[in-house]
């Protein structure tokens, strides 16, 4: 059974550093054609993807100013990472971690999510 | 970029009707399309894979079709669970992307 859960701040101040971490279960990211990408969703708006890390330590970044993010992982502990930098209110929203079954089904299974709230 | 672009923006029906949503992406993309469901508060549930597969446990009133730059996703006989948001989601070439979403309401 595969699950994904989304953990970080709930709340950050503008310009400050946000990390968030998807700890997930059920599968591995040393399996070829597995990925785990990051999308959000402010208030009311669609989704937008962020970032995907692959089992080959390929990374591809949205359509978002892609300097602002890094998107690392931790297979030991099945973990990946997402930091963003210099966080700005309109990057409030709610913030999933996906699993990505590359070529197949895309992002078949999801966390439930967080909102961060991005506010002085 | 490869732009979605979903119509209608909004539907209203009512229970029982068949129900099409469409799906444009700005250049081609193959079959590598996605739908998902989303009811508020809620995570995005996928629905359709690669244009018209069936994800496993969805039901199959509905169906999705197209290749290239069209797509339709299908409900066949809308149900009260189905009143929700659905997105079209591209992952044929990167930055991945979604479209805009349509809203299903009650009529």
């Known amino acids: 059974q595969i699950t994904l859960k989304e953990s970080g701040p709930t709340l950050v101040k503008p310009t400050q550093t946000l990390t968030l971490t998807c700890t997930f279960s059920?599968?591995?990211?040393?399996?070829?054609?597995?990925?785990v990408g990051w999308i959000r969703q402010p208030p009311g708006k669609a989704l937008e993807w962020l970032a995907i890390?692959?089992?080959?330590?390929?990374?591809r970044y949205g359509p978002v100013l892609k300097s602002r993010f890094t998107i690392t992982k931790d297979t030991s502990k099945n973990q990946v990472v997402l930091t963003m930098t210099n966080m700005d209110p309109i990057d409030t929203a709610s913030y999933y971690c996906?699993?990505?079954?590359?070529?197949?089904?895309?992002?078949?299974?999801w966390g439930q999510g967080t909102l961060v709230t991005v506010s002085s | 970029d490869i732009q979605m672009t979903q119509s209608p923006s909004t539907l209203s029906a009512s229970v029982g009707v068949r129900v099409t949503i469409t799906c444009r992406a700005s250049?081609?993309?193959?079959?590598?399309l996605a739908w998902y469901q989303q009811k508020p508060g809620k995570a995005p549930k996928l629905l359709i894979y690669?244009?018209?597969s069936l994800e496993s446990g969805v039901p199959s009133r509905f169906s999705g079709s197209g290749s290239g730059t069209e797509f339709t996703l299908t409900i066949s006989s809308l149900q009260p669970d189905d009143f929700a948001t659905y997105y079209c989601?591209?992952?044929?070439?990167?930055?991945?992307?979604f479209g805009q979403g349509t809203k299903v309401e009650i009529k």
């Open positions: 996906a699993h990505i079954n590359w070529r197949n089904s895309g992002a078949d299974y």
């Open positions: 059920g599968f591995s990211l040393r399996t070829r054609g597995v990925g």
């Open positions: 890390i692959y089992w080959d330590d390929d990374k």
């Open positions: 250049q081609s993309i193959s079959s590598w």
């Open positions: 690669k244009a018209s």
């Open positions: 989601h591209q992952y044929n070439s990167y930055p991945w992307t």
